[in-house]
C-alpha cells in the first residue's frame, strides 16, 4: 500500500474580546486537513498526519524514518517549526538538521511536495523561510526572498500549460483560487505543468534519485475555496500526485 506523511496544515486561534470594562479570551485549534486526507484514504492510500504543534518532536529525525514513506509533504509550516525543537531552543542541545534529511530523503529516491500557504515557500513576512534551507535545492521553482503572497479575492483561474500523468481523467480547467504563494520558474530545476496568474501554480522535478512537486495555492480554505474542495476532480487530482510521486524510474 502507497504511504505518505503529511505535516502542518493546523493552527490555533486566540480571540480576544472586549467588552466594554471587560474582557475575556476563547481558544480555537482547527485543521485543514481533511478534504485532502479523505480524498487519499478512501482510495486506499495510507495518510500519516502531524499538525503543526507536534511537529516538532514528532516529525521524523532520521533518514530510515522519512523512508517509511512513498512521499512527504508539506502544508503550510514554516522551516522553525522543523529546525526547532524543544531540545535545541529550550535547552541548547545538537539535533539533526531535518531540512538537511529530506534533501537527503530525495536525493536517495524519496518524494517530496510543498503544499502553499501563510506558512509555506517564503510565506507571510518572509517568516517561513524554506529559501535559507536545503529544501530550495529540493523545489522545482525558486523562491522570493520577501513575503510571497498573493491574495487573489477576486479569484484567479489556472491553467494547464503542459500535459502529465497527474492530469490523467481531468477533463475540465480547475475552478478558482483566491490566492497563492508567489515563485518563479527554474528551468534547470524542474518543468512547470499549471500557472496561475502567470506564476507556477503546480511544478515537478527530479532531484537525484527522487523527485518533488509544488502545489503553490492551499489545498484547502481559504485560499482553495468551497469550488475547489468539492470539485468532482479534487480526489482524483491528488491521488494521481500521490501514484506519480509513489512511482519508481
Not at 485560499?223 to 468532482?232: I, M
Amino acid at each position: 500500500m502507497t504511504k505518505i506523511l503529511i505535516a502542518g496544515e493546523s493552527w490555533t486561534s486566540h480571540t480576544i474580546h472586549i467588552k466594554g470594562f471587560d474582557t475575556f479570551t476563547t481558544s480555537k485549534y482547527e485543521e485543514g486537513v481533511k478534504w485532502f486526507r479523505d480524498a487519499l484514504e478512501k482510495n486506499g492510500i495510507e495518510v500519516d498526519y502531524i499538525p503543526n504543534h507536534l511537529a516538532p518532536e514528532k516529525f521524523p529525525t532520521s533518514l530510515d524514518e522519512l523512508k517509511k514513506y512513498d512521499a512527504v509533504f508539506l502544508s503550510d509550516i514554516g522551516s522553525n517549526t522543523l529546525l526547532l525543537t524543544d531540545e535545541v531552543f529550550a535547552k541548547g542541545e545538537r539535533q539533526p538538521n531535518r531540512c538537511d534529511l529530506l534533501k537527503e530523503y530525495v536525493m536517495e529516491g524519496g518524494s517530496f511536495v510543498m503544499i502553499g500557504g501563510y506558512m509555506s515557500f517564503t510565506g507571510i513576512d518572509a517568516k517561513t523561510r524554506y529559501g535559507e534551507t536545503s529544501v530550495k535545492d529540493i523545489l522545482p521553482v525558486s523562491l522570493l526572498d520577501k513575503d510571497d503572497r498573493q491574495e487573489m479575492p477576486h479569484g484567479v483561474y489556472p491553467q494547464k500549460v503542459k500535459d502529465h500523468k497527474i492530469f490523467q481523467g481531468i477533463d475540465e480547467e480547475f475552478p478558482h483560487f483566491l490566492g497563492y504563494n508567489k515563485t518563479v520558474e527554474n528551468d534547470s530545476a524542474g518543468e512547470i505543468l499549471a500557472e496561475i496568474n502567470g506564476d507556477p501554480f503546480i511544478a515537478v522535478g527530479k532531484f537525484g534519485l527522487g523527485k518533488s512537486l509544488v502545489f503553490t495555492s492551499d489545498f484547502a480554505p481559504h485560499w482553495g475555496p468551497k469550488e475547489f474542495v468539492e470539485w468532482k476532480y479534487y480526489d482524483k487530482l491528488w491521488c494521481n500526485i500521490v501514484n506519480w510521486l509513489a512511482e519508481k524510474e
